[in-house]
Antibody, heavy 126, light 108 residues
């Protein structure tokens, strides 16, 4: 059974940092590109970032570029999102998401997200 | 960058057929995938590629594609289909993914 379990969410003041982690199990982690997608309650889904299976390729939404960094440790079956200079509009539930393929959006399966974690709530407020 | 446009809300009578549309230039080049999200729950994949359903998704869910528009079709909508539905695809100009704004489906 595929499992994606996020951790590290919480309440943080504007301008501070937070690191999300995602522990993956039940599939070949190093065969899959991984993503972060966020959901602001009452609003829609927003794509945040992706990383290819070997970490060679990454991408970021304009809204987080330069502030967030995605990384992975295939030896630990783990995905991370380092979030710096947090703003109130970063408040959302952050989902760890598995892509069907290894390379990310550049391949046809890159936008097919077949498994999602349960989400981690990040609240940015003073 | 590209955009995907969805109607904010759609309703359907129980047992009837409903079409939820997603429009964007990227869909002329890339297939979309569709996600169902119920309140307080993570999204789940219901359709991807050229009308493919993941294991466990009922056959009443299907997709159609025409030009820059893709549609999720529910044939014989059930009460449990009431949810928010999102489409996504690759951004046609960048190596990123984009989501539509979502459609709230109400089953009457």
């Amino acid at each position: 059974e595929v499992q994606l379990v996020e951790s590290g969410g919480g309440l943080v003041q504007p301008g501070r940092s937070l690191r999300l982690s995602c522990a993956a199990s039940g599939f070949s982690f190093d065969d899959s590109a991984m993503n972060w997608v966020r959901h602001v309650p009452g609003k829609g889904l927003e794509y945040v970032s992706f990383i290819s299976w070997n970490s060679y390729s990454t991408g970021y939404a304009d809204s987080v570029k330069g502030r967030f960094t995605i990384s992975r440790d295939n030896a630990k079956n783990s995905l991370y999102l380092q979030m710096n200079s947090l703003r109130p509009d970063d408040t959302a539930v952050y989902y760890c998401v598995k892509s069907m393929g290894p390379l990310g959006p550049i391949e046809s399966t890159g936008s097919y997200f077949d498994f999602w974690g349960q989400g981690a709530l990040v609240t940015v407020s003073s | 960058s590209s955009e995907l446009t969805q109607d904010p809300a759609v309703s359907v009578a129980l047992g009837q057929t409903v079409r939820i549309t997603c429009q964007g230039d990227s869909l002329r080049t890339y297939y979309a995938s569709w996600y169902q999200q119920k309140p307080g729950r993570a999204p789940i994949l219901v359709l991807y590629g050229n009308n493919n359903r993941p294991s466990g998704i009922p056959a009443r869910f299907s997709a159609s594609i025409s030009g820059s528009t893709t549609s999720l079709i529910i044939t014989g909508a059930q009460a449990e289909d009431e949810a928010d539905y999102y489409c996504n695809s690759r951004d046609s100009s960048r190596n990123l993914v984009i989501f539509g704004g979502g459609t709230k489906l109400t089953v009457l």
